[in-house]
């Protein structure tokens, strides 16, 4: 078939036409990472927090623009009230931690043998750090954690989750303007991989074309997640083990999305190869008004648990649900994104963070019909200073989904 754009070409033709998207971005600059410094030593010192520890990751990149993985070795850096940065790496590790600083400071090395829960409190002491409240990143593994209890220090640790989320739930402009790159370059794969299916196509076929899409349109790692599914196995969220191939009249669920300067894209398109059935287009267009109800909830001043409220308030008026029964919406209605692909704050139940301008999030009130399909049209929102805007236009139907 060739309708909307769904099917009636190959991958061969659809790569064959994609040409990079120009655009502007570039990765963050080491000013903006001290500018994070600075607003998080701001949080200490208002609060009478002696230091806090980021551990290798998403955290300590977020901060200090290392691009480091946890493992079970100690890797982080202790942020002190003035502003100085302190890494505790293992010394073998020493050459290559300098060559990934972004944020220069000083680097506290242990060998092998050595205790490096013993160096995370030399370093306090021999900087002055008067006993008192340290909070570490929710991240750390519990081994590191329960090593720094077991130093018996008079010390309180406890969580940096508050003042961390914070930060990082407020995007500049240029994490904005990243984050919507990535997102118009993920849109045009998701165009492009409609156009390739086919009756008999394997979930795994459209994913290696995704994936090869995103690299041509300048995202050299390609696709950072992809989820392909048709006909009933749309119905569980994030898959099945063994997934169908193409059915004609099957419900066809894309979600995937890149990453490049380390902020990630995430969209999911929902349409049907062939003729949609009456139960498939009334399920589709309640997920388009629920979405677009949760967009609408989504103003200045809101909590994020006023936006599920609204998704969920749309869903009972059409006797899907209540709560997480299904058919229904059985998970949150959004997430965070930014260089997680799901971060705070949480679009669900309970969060009483309020939207403010440069939080980010998804919207997609999933819904699923046991044994049947399910519907999930996900895009994103930024808040400015005028309220919410998407970074991606929505689905327009289940029978042309993007409104060629």
């Not at 990453?259 to 929902?270: F, V």
Request: charged share 25%; aromatic share 8%.
């Amino acid at each position: 078939m060739n309708k909307y754009g769904i099917g009636g070409s190959t991958s061969e033709k659809e790569l064959a036409k994609i040409q990079p998207l120009e655009s502007s971005v570039k990765p963050i600059q080491k000013v903006e990472y001290k500018q994070r410094i600075h607003k998080i030593c701001n949080l200490m010192k208002a609060n009478n927090v002696q230091a806090i520890y980021v551990n290798a990751g998403a955290n300590l990149l977020y901060f200090t623009g290392t691009h480091w993985g946890a493992s079970e070795r100690m890797v982080g850096a202790l942020l002190l009230p003035n502003e100085e940065v302190h890494y505790i790496a293992p010394n073998f590790e020493k050459g290559t931690i300098q060559d990934f600083l972004e944020v220069e400071g000083t680097i506290h090395c242990w060998e092998e043998h050595e205790n490096p829960h013993t160096l995370f409190f030399d370093v306090l002491k021999k900087n002055k750090i008067n006993p008192g409240e340290i909070q570490v990143d929710e991240t750390t593994p519990f081994s590191i954690i329960n090593g720094l209890l077991k130093e018996k220090e008079a010390f309180k640790i406890t969580t940096a989750t508050a003042f961390i989320s914070e930060c990082r739930m407020i995007k500049s402009a240029a994490e904005i303007a990243i984050i919507q790159h990535v997102m118009n370059i993920t849109l045009e794969v998701q165009k492009a991989a409609a156009k390739i299916l086919r009756v008999g196509i394997s979930t795994k076929e459209v994913e290696n074309f995704i994936h090869e899409a995103h690299k041509k349109y300048g995202v050299s790692s390609g696709s950072y997640f992809c989820i392909v599914l048709f006909g009933v196995d749309s119905s569980f969220p994030h898959g099945v083990k063994n997934s169908k191939n193409l059915e004609i009249n099957d419900v066809v669920l894309v979600d995937t999305g890149c990453q490049l300067y380390d902020y990630i894209s995430d969209i999911t398109r929902t349409y049907v190869f062939g003729e949609a059935n009456e139960l498939q287009k009334k399920i589709w267009n309640i997920e388009k008004e629920t979405q677009q109800a949760a967009f609408e909830a989504s103003i200045l001043g809101n909590s994020c648990s006023s936006v599920d409220d609204a998704s969920r308030k749309i869903l009972e008026k059409h006797h899907l649900g209540p709560d997480y029964k299904l058919p229904g919406l059985p998970h949150r209605t959004g997430h965070g994104i930014g260089l997680q692909i799901h971060e705070y704050p949480y679009i669900v139940k309970g969060d009483k963070t309020t939207l403010v301008e440069g939080i980010t999030f998804s919207n997609e009130p999933m819904i699923c019909v046991p044994n049947e399909f399910g519907i999930r049209l996900e895009d994103h929102i930024y808040m400015t200073e005028n309220g919410a805007e998407w970074f991606t236009k929505p689905a327009h139907s289940i029978e042309n989904p993007f409104g060629v």
